[in-house]
């Protein structure tokens, strides 16, 4: 008798119906084999899986090449069916002295013998080893299992060592533990497995809910209390919170998640507050409905912050007499890509923001917009306010944009807005206002519609509080305030170094224009290129003195003023001078009740005009000449009219010239 090298077990993937599976290695009797039939799709388990219902065909029994068995039960198709021999570990045959040794018991033995090695061999092969070249590999025997307990090769590559993950400070903590960069990466380093996990913590790690519903502040403080690289939530959640600290240096993964916040915090604190040195992706903030009188979000030093929504459904209130926005942006050499804020009273506050650029910035259902104080080198590349709202303690509103310097003169310098559009204001749509000079003020393209006072207004001050270098870069104002002679499409008062480039001021409705158009108050070296003035209550264009400050180097050229309801240009010298104004490149004064006013009891020095006069209401008196004016110093006016007139100042009076005759007005 012989026994073969075939392996004591064989593995089949049954088909539907089948019941009759073969063995191909010698068994002795019909109870040397284990029978385990698992169902499709589950993972093997030997307790549930094996069997007994089977029937092994007694041909094959003693076979070297085995034999078949028959399941009382047919499989279903993809059942894994497994026989593996399970030969009893015993021997029943005694040889004695001088008995018998006949070949069929002794080759029987020994063919057992052979038969239980294989068996053996059989499991040994499905059992962890070292390849039988490893060297000095001591025994794998096993220490008593313990709760939570694994194995890991040991240092010296010998064997194995039991390890307890629940014991602190063991060699199984994680800051023992290590992580090999190296193995993966060019260059890694190693590393202990806890200074790996603080690379990327989640708030949900830290009992995070994420309902909306549970108050998640703890989480989140435990979260950032270890410091780790980055903090993240998890997409799509929203997280109730009653204050939020970013620590300085953090990165902070929101991934558009929404915090909704519980109104807990004091008015002297904010509900999200941003380090120094933080990356934040986005932050969505839902007020809520009730009022708070605090700030919702302030920003840090050195900050790059991807987007920031804070809104409510109820118009929220800010405390300190106004000067906390919802968002408050006090920060150094920063980067926003947006911010929006929607239904509160002001939107944003920007204090002592240097070196800082937002690229977009929206405002929707607002009192106030945005306060810039003291900044030096703020930058807004675009800027939207829409929709101006009452207070949530009354008021019909304020400025979209307010500069200011608080701190000392020209301490609000070098800000820029590149583009602007403004629909809605309580008052101004652009203020540069306080007793303190704000210089190098930048505004770009600018469209504002619907403001209650002017659309631009630079208000300055006597006596070193005049504001510096302004430029404003082809801006549209349409419908404003009606109700006062100070509100204009653009007021300049005391102020130095003005730069307008092709402004158009007019009314879509025309029980909404302007009083005046362009209104210049003791200010000096203004510059005003092509602008185009209509629908006004009194004047298109106003140059005057303001208080006591005189106005000098005022030039605009060409442009149209057309369809204002008094006057289209105003010169008014009361009570001081107005020297070196001119308005050269032949524009054109169209359907205004009196093309030109001059007025006042002061000097007028080396001032000109050369305009066209087109049918004017009033002819030839298309220019006004006060009776008491009569200091003239080297002036001169120049015009046509329609009705082929000419009026020129000569010798110190004004004269008209009609049918080739001169005439003194």
């Known amino acids: 008798m012989t026994v073969t090298a075939k392996p004591a077990r064989n593995e089949y993937t049954g088909t539907a119906g089948q019941t009759v599976f073969y063995y191909t290695f010698k068994i002795y009797t019909d109870q040397d084999l284990d029978v385990y039939v698992t169902p499709a799709g589950q993972d093997a388990n030997d307790a549930n899986d094996i069997t007994t219902s089977y029937v092994i065909d007694p041909v094959g029994i003693g076979s070297k090449d085995g034999g078949f068995l028959t399941l009382s039960t047919p ?123 603080r690379d990327v913590v989640n708030v949900h790690d830290f009992g995070a809910i994420g309902d909306g519903l549970a108050d998640d502040t703890a989480a989140f403080e435990a979260a950032f209390l270890g410091s780790p690289a980055r903090v993240e939530c998890r997409p799509g959640d929203s997280y109730l919170i009653s204050r939020l600290v970013i620590p300085d240096g953090c990165v902070f993964s929101t991934y558009g998640c929404v915090f909704i916040s519980d109104n807990s915090v004091g008015s002297n604190n904010s509900i999200i507050v941003m380090g120094d040195g933080i990356y934040v992706d986005k932050i969505i903030l839902d007020l809520g409905v009730s009022n708070i009188a605090a700030r919702a979000l302030s920003v840090g030093d050195d900050c790059t912050i991807g987007d920031i929504h804070v809104y409510s459904t109820n118009q929220h209130t800010e405390f300190d007499e106004g000067i906390d926005g919802i968002v408050q942006i006090r920060s150094n ?74 701190a000392a003169n020209n301490s609000c310098i070098n800000n820029r807005f590149n583009s602007i559009d403004i629909d809605g204001a309580g008052e101004h749509g652009i203020r540069l206002g306080g007793a303190l000079a704000v210089s190098d003020t930048y505004l770009g393209h600018a469209i504002i519609r619907n403001v209650g006072a002017s659309g631009i207004k630079a208000l300055g001050t006597i006596g070193g509080g005049q504001h510096l270098r302004l430029t404003i870069d082809t801006p549209e104002i349409y419908d404003g305030g009606t109700t006062s002679n100070n509100h204009s499409g653009i007021l300049l008062q005391q102020c130095i170094d003005v730069t307008i480039v092709q402004p158009r001021i007019m009314a879509v409705n025309q029980a909404n224009s302007f009083w005046h158009g362009i209104r210049i108050g003791g200010c000096s070296r203004v510059n005003i290129a092509s602008p185009t003035v209509m629908d006004t209550i009194q004047d298109g264009v106003i140059v005057q003195i303001y208080l006591t400050s005189d106005c000098s180097d005022v030039v605009l050229v060409g442009g149209l003023v057309k369809d204002c309801a008094t006057y289209g240009l105003t010169l008014d010298a009361t009570s001081g001078i107005i020297r070196r104004f001119s308005w050269d490149g032949m524009p054109t004064i169209h359907n205004c009740d009196i093309g030109v006013q001059v007025i006042g009891s002061g000097t007028y020095s080396n001032n000109s005009l050369e305009c066209n006069l087109l049918d004017n209401n009033t002819q030839p008196a298309s220019i006004s000449i006060s009776s008491i004016m009569s200091n003239f110093q080297g002036d001169f006016i120049s015009t046509g009219a329609a009705d082929g007139s000419t009026y020129q100042s000569k010798a110190g009076a004004f004269y008209l010239r009609k049918a080739g005759a001169w005439a003194q007005l």
């Open 75 to 197: 499989v279903n198709a993809g059942d894994l069916v497994t026989i593996v021999s399970a030969m009893a570990n015993d021997r029943l045959n005694d040889y004695q002295n001088s008995g018998d040794f006949l070949p069929d018991p002794v080759n029987n033995d020994f063919d057992r013998s052979i038969s239980l090695d294989k068996q053996t061999d059989d499991k040994a092969t499905r059992t962890p080893s070292y390849p039988r070249s490893q060297q000095n590999a001591a025994s794998q025997l096993l220490d008593p299992p313990t709760p939570l307990g694994f194995w890991r090769d040991k240092s010296d590559l010998s064997g194995v060592e039991k390890v307890d993950l629940t014991s602190t400070g063991s060699p199984t903590d994680s800051s023992v533990i290590t992580y090999d960069a190296g193995n993966n990466f060019l260059g890694g380093v190693l590393r202990t497995q806890q200074d790996k996990n």
């Open 333 to 406: 050499n920063t980067v926003i890509n947006t911010v929006r804020v929607d239904n509160c009273d002001l939107a944003i506050t920007a204090f002592g923001a240097n070196n800082t650029y937002i690229n977009y910035i929206e405002i929707n259902s607002y009192y106030r917009g945005i306060y810039v104080r003291d900044c030096d080198g703020l930058t807004v590349n675009h800027f939207v306010a829409k929709t101006v709202s009452s207070s949530a303690t009354g008021g019909a509103g304020e400025n979209a944009i307010l500069f200011e310097s608080k």
